[in-house]
Every structure is written in structure tokens, then in C-alpha cells.
T-cell receptor, first 111, second 112 residues
């Protein structure tokens, strides 16, 4: 079972910031938070990951709360191409870890 | 250049047949995976291999047999196909255990 909880769907206007929440209240100290997205008919695509600190890359920003029980993925200027299912995953960094995808959040970017 | 490539993209076959899906990655990664995405869009891990060694084998029927001839390839052979095997199968790879997964674009298997 997935260790994360996400809203099933969200809408965001094109050009605005999309903020996708994720709860992971049972996260362990050695578990990282990863975000992937799956655009229709494609394989999942890695977005970003973090352990404690906030992270930013060319695609998005990841904000992790101080207690690490939740996080938010921020797409700063959403475009129509960002319409996808977004998955929040927690995983331990060892080779036996089963990377489990939950149901994700279906993000609709509205023109 | 495609980093993780799967063939075929579509596979339609009849119940009882045996089929294979091939996966190759040109990223030099040590670990490869097979995931199954069913009609409800749940993405579930099936297998993972690290340097040709089987690491994870989820509760998958033994009709499914992964084969890793070298660390750049992880093929999936399925015997005696059943209707319930219809799904999209994704291959993925990663460099180290902490590094992100790189997925192929999937093979849509339809069993009639």
C-alpha cells in the first residue's frame, strides 16, 4: 500500500502556480519524498525529490514541512502540457525498497 | 535518443499464447524494473533486477518470467496468457537505489 495521501484531482488556471499537496504522516527518518508525473499514454516521468530541505529544479519546487509529514509540489507557471497525474512517493534508499505508486492527483490545467 | 525503450508498443494476442516484451536501457544503469498498470491506472511493481540479479519479485504468477541477459536488458516473458493480463507494462531503470526511475513508454498488452 502507498504510504502517501493525495487529493484525487485538482484544477489550475494556465499561467498560475499549481500547488499539489501530499500527506505522508508515517514517513520514516530515512525515507525520501519523490514526485513523478504521468502524462496520458506515456511512462511516468521523474520531477523532483528531497529528504528534509526544500528543493528546486527546472521543472518544479518541493516544499517539505519541518516535521516531514507533508509536502507540496509547486509548478510555478502551469501550462497545458502539465496536465497529468502526479504521484507522490516515499521510499528508502536501498535496493530492496519497493517503489509503490498510489493513486496520485489528476491535475487539469485550464486554458 | 530513447533512454529506456520497450518493444513492442502494442501487443494483441489470444488467451493461452506465450509472448515476450523486450526492454533496453542505454543509460548505464544498474537496476531495472517491470511495472504493471491495470485498467484502473494503478501502477504496481512486478520485478526488479540489480546487475542481473533478481532483487524484488512481487506476488506475480510464475507464468511471468523476467530475463536479464545483461544489465542493459530486462525482458519479460509471459506464458499461457490470460484475459486478466491485459494491461500496460512499463520497464524502468535507475542508477543507484536512491536515484530516480527512468521509465519507458509502455507496452499495451491486450489478451482476447
Amino acid at each position: 500500500d502507498a504510504k502517501t495521501t493525495q487529493p484525487p484531482s485538482m484544477d489550475c488556471a494556465e499561467g498560475r502556480a499549481a500547488n499539489l499537496p501530499c500527506n505522508h504522516s508515517t514517513i520514516s527518518g530515512n525515507e525520501y519524498v519523490y514526485w513523478y508525473r504521468q502524462i496520458h499514454s506515456q511512462g511516468p516521468q521523474y520531477i523532483i525529490h528531497g529528504l528534509k530541505n526544500n528543493e528546486t529544479n527546472e521543472m518544479a519546487s518541493l516544499i517539505i514541512t519541518e516535521d516531514r509529514k507533508s509536502s507540496t509540489l509547486i509548478l510555478p507557471h502551469a501550462t497545458l502540457r502539465d496536465t497529468a497525474v502526479y504521484y507522490c512517493i516515499v521510499r528508502v534508499a536501498n535496493r530492496d525498497d519497493k517503489i509503490i505508486f498510489g493513486k496520485g492527483t489528476r491535475l487539469h490545467i485550464l486554458p | 535518443d530513447t533512454a529506456v525503450s520497450q518493444t513492442p508498443k502494442y501487443l494483441v494476442t489470444q488467451m493461452g499464447n506465450d509472448k515476450s516484451i523486450k526492454c533496453e536501457q542505454n543509460l548505464g544503469h544498474d537496476t531495472m524494473y517491470w511495472y504493471k498498470q491495470d485498467s484502473k491506472k494503478f501502477l504496481k511493481i512486478m520485478f526488479s533486477y540489480n546487475n542481473k540479479e533478481l532483487i524484488i519479485n512481487e506476488t506475480v504468477p510464475n507464468r511471468f518470467s523476467p530475463k536479464s541477459p545483461d544489465k542493459a536488458h530486462l525482458n519479460l516473458h509471459i506464458n499461457s496468457l490470460e484475459l486478466g493480463d491485459s494491461a500496460v507494462y512499463f520497464c524502468a531503470s535507475s542508477q543507484e537505489t536512491r536515484s530516480p526511475l527512468h521509465f519507458g513508454n509502455g507496452t499495451r498488452l491486450t489478451v482476447t
